[in-house]
């Protein structure tokens, strides 16, 4: 009955159109923040617009500056001419990859050319251009036609731009995830029920790739039945099993967090059981193969495998030992159902979420050594010795289903229990105008409930429980667009290309989905729903109280993780095994949960961000300390920790850092070079232009030993060299630290390390503490990349030319409150774009400005 659930919920795109709003489209001109339409808006739209949005810090001193005398505009035209077209002209525009043309860029209209100057502005901001060699203005004339060109931008602007262009938003899948669990206490794992989502940007929240196709929809009505079933509960489910994979190159010699102590290894998984009844809970274990030799891992040694619940054991069998060590050499095929046999318990479990951990009795530590493997933590792929892994762990069931417990979920969703059959009908429209009203994100009416309220009475009509019926209801709700897509209403009467102000209840959802990445919860919505959400100092304390929240941690992760590149460590930070031997799975994630307890720290501590660069602290357990050579810390939590050593300072000395910009076997000063280029400074470099050579083709014959050598060769020829000598020093700046973050002394073969360089700005660094006080020597240069990057993310779009005078007013005010990164944040909130829309147009042409992303070419390491 169900998969008809889209054509009810007007899914297809024409439904979503009858929504007023349109839909993404793969067009990035649908990002567009102004038309021609709306660029030439009468000055009585300007005003109103201008009337309607939030204080914008900066924005009078824009439009006192008077506009540019002809002597003053010819003054600037002679300055581009004489440092900058001889190189960026019709004739010869450079760089050949990525030309820019300043001979016929418009300075009498500069909005004409927005994206050009702002990108000029990008490169003068950082001094960054003329390159080394070519003749070079003063540093006052430097800050003299960057602030003219930056103030005539900002004013250029006034009365043309308008808050952007948002299309029909679709909920991504972390969002997705997020928005069931704070609707109904559930927290599932929905990558295998939807596919990946599309990106661009740099983030995978942007409203144009957001697209819809079949596959997408029939994962939404599998996805909305399988939640209903687990949100309300089913004695009549089917068993089912679900397996999870433990990587093999996570070491398991410690204790785990969430299970008890004295265990090690193994993993805890939060289930959501369906139904009360018996389940299987399984462990099966790695085996490892040499010489076609098969066997268990472990298994010449006694081992004590445990399973808990919620923390309590309710499980545990005796595995390994010397007569399961002779029985597996006389036979692996024998032994192996004999252990995994011992490895499932069948358990009686209540429905609900519960935490399942699988682990091992810790045993006695005892000094490793190569020649007696039962007493290494872990060996090789081919090593059958060590203590035992597990592989994976599974959950099977249920089994003589007894009922369904009360839950979470169904105390959330079931605000009421008839009693009689004459008070079902009334009960049911309670439980679903309450779950409506909070997946809606808005006030709802009996209209709203009407298609919900059919499948319930539907399914109650063929005779099935009120249970059941609920659960068709709430499926219902979970694969209406109102739910699925973040849809904003234009007033009745606005014509198209007009802005607007976002009610109370759109800017909730705005600013829940930015901090969360999920809807808005109760508070929110009350304050919304009565209009007080804009009254004095309500905002910007519900900003605190919504960043000090759990939730918050979305924006981190996600965040970090997009604009760091964190989520790529594990795809590809896989170190040489036999050059570092010691890297694991425990490393890698631990690289990533301290780069984002960095930023999380900062941003709830209402530090500034320049300590994302020049932080004295960092945050680790016991595994990484060990692995920085940090002394005294001990156990798996993570804490904060005084770094004593300047060049592990901030991000710089960071191992997701590090190891992100490295290969298998060596480092990469050309991607840590890109990478600070173009995350820190947004000054990324051209494209690497077709048939470059890589550095292993450049050095065939001969090659040298180091990296610096092999470089040197590499770039040789002119046109390689013009791009070199941008990219190579920030990289060589950081060439002590190896391809795992670790500090070094010597590089490969023991070859003296060379760190020294000059930047684009003619600035020598000789490590990562110059590196770092060259960046930050320019703070609003790191601070309005930064800010883009939010903005980004926060509003769903590019960035665009229009919008880089509110950008620049966030950084200015931020700037006199230390650079905090909690004040860019809430700059970004009150901001126009964040707090207006545009009603929408067919869309037009634009350029957007954050386009750059942090991504390094795996073309030319």
Not at 526 to 538: C, E, I, K, Q
Not at 629 to 652: C, E, H, M, S, W
Not at 710 to 732: K, M, N, Y
């Amino acid at each position: 009955m169900i998969r008809r659930v889209f054509l009810g919920a007007g899914l297809l795109w024409g439904g979503v159109a009858l929504l007023g709003a349109q839909a993404p489209t793969n067009q990035r001109s649908a990002q567009a923040p102004q038309s021609k339409q709306s660029a030439q808006a009468p000055a009585s739209q300007a005003r109103a617009v201008a009337a309607q949005a939030p204080a914008t810090p900066g924005a009078a001193s824009a439009s006192s500056r008077p506009a540019t005398a002809p002597a003053d505009l010819d003054k600037q035209k002679a300055w581009v001419k004489q440092y900058c077209v001889s190189c960026h002209n019709t004739r010869n525009p450079l760089p050949a990859n990525d030309p820019v043309n300043l001979e016929t860029a418009s300075l009498d209209d500069l909005t004409k050319d927005a994206a050009t100057w702002e990108r000029v502005l990008r490169k003068l901001n950082v001094r960054a251009m003329p390159p080394q060699g070519m003749p070079h203005p003063t540093e006052a004339s430097y800050g003299e036609f960057t602030g003219w060109l930056t103030s005539s931008l900002d004013r250029g602007w006034q009365g043309k731009a308008t808050p952007g262009r948002y299309v029909v938003h679709r909920l991504n899948r972390a969002e997705y995830r997020n928005a069931i669990r704070d609707l109904l206490s559930l927290d599932v794992d929905v990558s295998a029920l939807l596919p990946n989502d599309g990106g661009d940007f740099g983030f995978d929240n942007i409203a144009s790739a957001l697209t819809t196709s079949p596959l997408l929809l029939d994962g939404y009505v599998t996805a909305a039945q399988r939640i209903s079933t687990l949100a309300v509960g089913d004695a009549k489910v089917q068993p089912t099993t679900a397996e999870f994979l433990i990587p093999r190159n996570l070491s398991q010699n410690e204790h785990v967090d969430g299970l008890p102590l004295g265990t090690r290894g193994g993993r805890v998984v939060r289930h959501v059981f369906p139904a009360d009844g018996e389940y299987k809970l399984l462990g099966r274990l790695y085996r490892g193969i040499e010489e076609g030799y098969s066997g268990i891992e472990g298994n010449d040694r006694p081992n004590t495998f445990i399973v808990t619940i919620d923390g309590e054991e309710v499980y545990k069998a005796d595995l390994g030992g010397p007569e399961d060590h002779a029985a597996q050499a006389k036979s692996m095929n024998d032994i192996r159902p004999i252990i995994d046999a011992r490895m499932t318990a069948t358990v009686k479990v209540t429905a609900g979420p519960h935490d399942v951990g699988f682990t091992f009795a810790e045993r006695r530590a005892q000094a490793q050594d190569v020649w007696v493997p039962s007493l290494r933590d872990s060996q090789e792929i081919h090593f059958t010795g060590g203590v035992p892994k597990l592989k994976t762990v599974g959950i099977e069931g249920p089994y003589k289903v007894t009922g369904v417990s009360p839950t979470p979920s169904r105390e959330r969703l079931l605000l009421c229990t008839p009693n009689a059959a004459a008070e079902e009908a009334a009960c049911a429209n309670r439980i679903l105008l309450n779950v409506a009203k909070r997946a809606y994100r808005r006030p709802v009416t009996a209209a709203d409930v009407e298609a919900p309220l059919a499948f319930y009475n539907e399914t109650r009509a063929r005779g099935e429980s009120f249970d059941a019926g609920i659960r068709a209801g709430l499926a219902r709700v979970l694969v209406s667009p109102y739910f699925l897509y973040r849809v904003e209403r234009d007033p009745a009467g606005l014509r198209a290309g007009a802005s607007r102000q976002v009610s109370d209840v759109e800017l909730a959802s705005r600013l829940s989905f930015f901090l969360w990445s999920s809807i808005p919860d109760q508070r929110l919505i009350d304050l919304a729903s009565t209009g007080g959400l804009r009254a004095p100092g309500v905002l910007a304390a519900q900003v605190t109280r919504m960043i000090a929240d759990r939730r918050a941690d979305a924006l981190v992760s996600n965040f970090t993780g997009q604009w760091l590149q964190l989520r790529n460590l594990e795809s590809k930070v896989q170190p040489d095994i036999l050059m570092f031997p010691d890297f694991d799975d425990n490393i890698r994630e631990g690289f990533r949960t301290e780069t984002e307890m960095l930023f999380a720290h900062i941003l709830r501590g209402k530090r500034s961000a320049l300590e994302l660069l020049s932080a004295d602290y960092t945050f680790v357990d016991e595994r990484l300390a060990k692995h920085y050579g940090i002394p005294g810390v001990y156990g798996t939590r993570f804490r904060q920790v005084k770094v004593t050593d300047a060049n592990r300072f901030g991000l710089l000395g960071h191992g997701s850092i590090l190891s992100l910009t490295s290969v298998a076997t060596r480092t990469s000063p050309v991607y840590r070079g890109k990478y600070v280029l173009s995350t820190f400074l947004n000054t990324p470099p051209p494209p690497p232009l077709p048939n470059v050579p890589t550095l292993e083709e450049s050095n065939k014959e001969n090659a040298p030993k180091t990296v610096r050598e092999q470089l040197e060769r590499h770039r040789t020829p002119v046109v390689c060299a013009s791009c070199h000598r941008v990219i190579d020093p920030p990289g060589f700046a950081l060439e002590q630290f190896n391809s795992v973050g670790q500090w070094r002394t010597k590089g490969d073969g023991g070859a003296a390390i060379d760190s020294g360089g000059i930047l684009a700005d003619g600035t020598k660094v000789d490590g990562p503490v110059a590196l770092r006080n060259a960046i930050l020597a320019r703070p609003d240069a790191f601070a309005t990349v930064l800010t883009e990057r939010l903005m980004t993310y926060a509003l769903g779009r590019g960035v665009q030319p229009s919008d880089m005078p509110v950008v620049r007013s966030i950084v200015r005010k931020a700037a006199l409150d230390n650079y905090r990164l909690a004040t860019l944040v809430q700059g970004i909130i009150d901001s126009a774009p964040f707090q207006m829309r545009t009603k929408l147009e067919p869309a037009g042409t634009s350029t957007t400005v954050a386009r750059a992303t942090a991504t390094p070419s795996m073309e030319h390491p």
